[in-house]
């Protein structure tokens, strides 16, 4: 992502209340960790809707996003005593450590270029969510209005069909796709 998508994720999230939005319901599509020690990214987390929801189900979580703005308002909405590690980053420009998550979360957040950086991030065993928008840019319809940030109705399956797909929702004509799919061991 550029400056300017910096630039423009910092104003739209400095108008923005941290608790306005609920989690995604595909969220209750994770199992609660199976250890303490289950280590989950929100990717493209915002104010962090799903980051409170992990903290709350019991994973450790790193919330990250490129907007700084964004982040800020997501730490004071957290508990002080809280784990969560917050990071500034581009998906694209910083590299995941490869086999390190247990679990990675992508809601509202679809960049094609980044999909394999984030799918080698997961341990073998580990869970990858993504629920974003899907079909054709239309013109009020909700979501990115470019194609390239959008998914295409089969994608996902396509995408993660050398994983175990645990659930699927991408019926043509929805505008949302979403998919839980665990890395083969």
């Known amino acids: ?46 104010t962090g809707r799903h980051t409170r929801a992990l903290l709350e189900m019991g994973y450790r979580v790193v919330g990250a996003d490129i907007s700084r703005v964004a982040l800020q308002a997501l730490r004071m909405s957290l508990a002080p005593a809280s784990s969560a590690a917050l990071v500034q980053l581009d998906v694209e420009a910083w590299p995941l450590a490869e086999a390190s998550l247990d679990v990675v979360v992508q809601i509202d957040f679809f960049d094609r270029n980044a999909l394999a950086i984030v799918r080698r991030a997961v341990k073998p065993g580990g869970l990858f969510l993504i629920d974003t928008f899907a079909g054709p840019p239309l013109p009020g319809r909700p979501g990115p209005q470019r194609a390239a940030w959008r998914l295409a109705h089969g994608e996902l399956a396509e995408r993660f069909a050398d994983w175990e797909v645990l659930r699927i929702d991408d019926a043509v004509g929805q505008e949302r796709a979403a998919i839980l799919a665990r890395r083969r061991r």
């Open 1 to 46: 992502m550029s400056r300017t998508d910096r630039e423009r994720w910092d104003s739209r999230y400095a108008a923005a209340d941290a608790r306005a939005a609920a989690p995604a319901a595909t969220l209750q599509w994770l199992p609660p960790p199976t250890v303490r020690q289950d280590l989950a990214l929100d990717l493209a987390c915002g």
